[in-house]
């Protein structure tokens, strides 16, 4: 019986040691102690799947020395030390324990609210370190009765208003990619206008970071928030401008924060740290016994089904076996993941259905793409989707994918459609990759329009009436936004479709102001 070489590189929790060591079909190596060294020239030459965490780099000179590697598990869920890339490069599977801390970080946040609403740190100090007993100098708030924004409303920002509803806590939720009725069924608000959650008493984060997330409270919507706010993050650095942030304490608009993560870490200089309104942790999310019990045992569950090629759970880079497809094949394979993310920007709301249909000898491939224009479409909602657990994710939260081969087509030679409906209505876009290698979008929504498939896009609908071309490239002249590229499309309805490339990503003024002609029937923006 052929035994898979597993090696350890860092400490794990020894049940997930156990679990390795009790395996027949494995032959464990503990190399934790091992000088790095050593372990990369000597024992990683040995191995089929590694695991590690953040105490090994997986770099150019680990991946020159990991000949036999086919996996590498990262026991938790920053992946920053590891060369994706270069581990794509040579077919290294990479995976990564993104739920094992779930509860840690849900109780992290409410130890966190606690403590900005009743000082306990300051407090503590106060009594224990310089000896004052001045119990009138620590008056606080209780939860109760205060309004709590959670933005995010997933395995964790879910958890913690459970918690805090526990506490008599109105809860206000804002996930533009989950169903209203996650949240009211659990008699919470559920709502589209993210100023209802600038409006609360306390807010708290816990969404992946992304360009859509990064920076989303910043001085513009703290200056919206009620005077003596608290904020809290326990989620990733940089969905807090940290400099907005910063002002918003020292004038004291926030009147406390409570932070885990920061942009740059170690975080032992950031300003931040000079306030006396400000409760801090290094980052302590998944730091309990029980949620390093979960990273070890998944890890090591994770690295049992790799090495044994039944599964690769949680893979962030699932190779193509171009083996066993035509060339042709791959190319289209990412267009269909870039109209499924495409799709998901113009309608960000919350996902039913996903189609998807291949006409000519693409159709013949029709099951791999859904898989692919379904991760582009989910991946604004979840971190975790990726080619592996994209059916899974999918049907966890009820949206039905279909596929269908068209057979031949009249006009192209090959085409694939994604049709996302959404609780908000359905986006359809074509699209078609041409001899030139280019690949653009040919339809969307009905509109016959060619568009290559990159850049900054602004789709712009509107009634089919005279002056609008120069009334859009005014608005977007004043708005310093540069055109690289305007394409028109109109159909039976005398409506009109406007795609137009832009050099830079453009501001939410700038919408507003386009959505104000009049002309204009809807307006949007997406970055691919």
């Not at 007993?133 to 209780?142: L, M, V």
């Not at 005279?466 to 859009?472: T, Y």
């Amino acid at each position: 019986m052929q035994k898979h070489t597993i090696v350890v590189c860092d400490h794990i929790h020894t049940a997930g040691l156990e679990m390795l060591q009790n395996d027949e079909n494995v032959n464990f190596i503990m190399a934790a102690d091992e000088p790095k060294d050593k372990l990369v020239t000597e024992i990683i030459p040995q191995a089929d799947v590694a695991i590690t965490r953040s105490s090994t780099d997986v770099d150019a000179f680990f991946l020159e020395h990991a000949k036999k590697l086919k996996a590498l598990v990262r026991a938790g869920v920053g992946v920053d030390n590891v060369d994706i890339p270069g581990c794509s490069k040579q077919g290294i599977i990479v995976m990564n324990v993104p739920t094992a801390n779930t509860i840690a970080a849900v109780e992290l946040t409410m130890a966190h609210m606690l403590s900005c609403m009743r000082m306990f740190p300051y407090s503590h100090d106060h009594l224990k370190n310089q000896r004052i007993w001045k119990r009138e100098k620590w008056y606080g708030y209780e939860l109760k009765g205060k309004k709590l924004g959670v933005i995010g409303f997933g395995n964790i920002g879910s958890r913690v208003a459970k918690r805090a509803k526990a506490f008599e806590m109105d809860i206000v939720a804002y996930d533009p990619y989950i169903h209203p009725s996650k949240v009211t069924d659990l008699d919470m608000t559920y709502t589209k206008n993210f100023d209802d959650i600038l409006a609360c008493d306390v807010i708290t984060i816990h969404t992946p970071k992304n360009k859509e997330t990064i920076g989303i409270i910043d001085e513009e919507e703290i200056a919206k928030m009620k005077d003596g706010v608290v904020l809290v993050n326990c989620a990733r650095g940089d969905l807090y401008n940290e400099d907005a942030l910063y002002n918003g304490l020292k004038s004291g608009k926030i009147r406390f924060a409570g932070i885990d993560v920061f942009g740059k870490e170690p975080a032992t200089d950031n300003k931040l740290l000079d306030l006396d309104n400000i409760v801090v942790s290094p980052h302590l999310g998944a730091n309990t016994y029980e949620s390093q019990y979960n990273i070890g045992t998944q890890a090591a569950e994770n690295a049992i089904a790799a090495a044994k090629g039944m599964a690769y759970p949680h893979a962030l880079n699932l190779p193509i076996d171009e083996s066993k497809i035509p060339s042709f094949v791959k190319p289209f394979l990412e267009m269909g993941q870039k109209i499924g993310f495409l799709a998901s920007q113009i309608s960000k709301a919350q996902i039913i259905s996903i189609k998807v249909t291949g006409q000519g000898e693409i159709g013949n491939y029709v099951d791999s793409l859904s898989t692919f224009v379904t991760v582009g479409a989910m991946s604004q909602s979840s971190d975790k989707i990726n080619y592996v657990n994209a059916d899974f994710i999918a049907k966890e939260k009820g949206i039905k994918i279909e596929s269908d081969n068209l057979g031949d087509s009249s006009v192209y030679k090959n085409l694939i459609t994604a049709k996302l409906t959404t609780s908000e209505g359905t986006t359809t876009i074509s699209a078609t990759i041409f001899d030139d290698g280019v690949q653009r979008m040919v339809a969307l929504d009905g509109f016959e329009i060619e568009v290559p498939l990159k850049g900054n896009m602004i789709m712009f609908k509107n009634s089919d009436v005279p002056g609008v071309i120069g009334s859009v490239g005014t608005t977007l002249a004043n708005n310093n936004v540069n055109i690289a590229d305007f394409s028109l499309a109109r159909n039976a309805n005398k409506e009109a479709l406007a795609v137009i490339l832009v050099d830079e990503a453009v501001s939410d003024k700038t919408l507003k102001e386009l959505s104000a002609l009049d002309a204009c029937l809807n307006v949007s923006h997406a970055s691919i």
